[in-house]
């Protein structure tokens, strides 16, 4: 199936679907973070599907207050071009915000391997 008729709104969608499968106790942890989707990951990585962008909790001092917010960036083309239809798509976008909230709480990409979130 060709995915690349899935809109921007329509992708938006989906990211807001995923945001609201994270356990509500989870959620309720994240504290100033923004969810942005961007078409493309930066030219070094066009193949990256998401990106935290941010000081993990666990590396803040008692005194961060403040700032702008962390943001999750979550790159529509690359996540559209490596799914094969839209249950496909659905699965990866949810795997990716849990992946990019986890390092928000200081989780590692090895830690997260091990997890099936890598």
Do not use: K, W
């Given at each position: 199936m060709d995915l ?46 998401g990106y935290y ?66």
């Amino acid at each position: 199936m060709d995915l690349s008729d899935v809109t921007d709104q329509e992708f938006d969608a989906l990211v807001e679907e995923a945001l609201d499968q994270v356990p509500g106790e989870l959620a309720a942890l994240v504290r100033n973070v923004v969810v942005l989707v961007e078409d493309e990951a930066p030219d070094d990585d066009p193949d990256l599907l998401g990106y935290y962008d941010g000081l993990a909790l666990t590396e803040r001092s008692a005194n961060h207050a403040g700032g702008l917010p962390d943001r999750i960036l979550l790159f529509r083309r690359p996540l559209v071009e490596m799914c094969e239809d839209r249950d496909h798509l659905v699965e990866e976008i949810g795997i990716t915000v849990v992946h990019e909230i986890a390092h928000h709480f200081g989780i590692d990409d090895r830690r997260l391997h091990e997890l099936g979130y890598a």
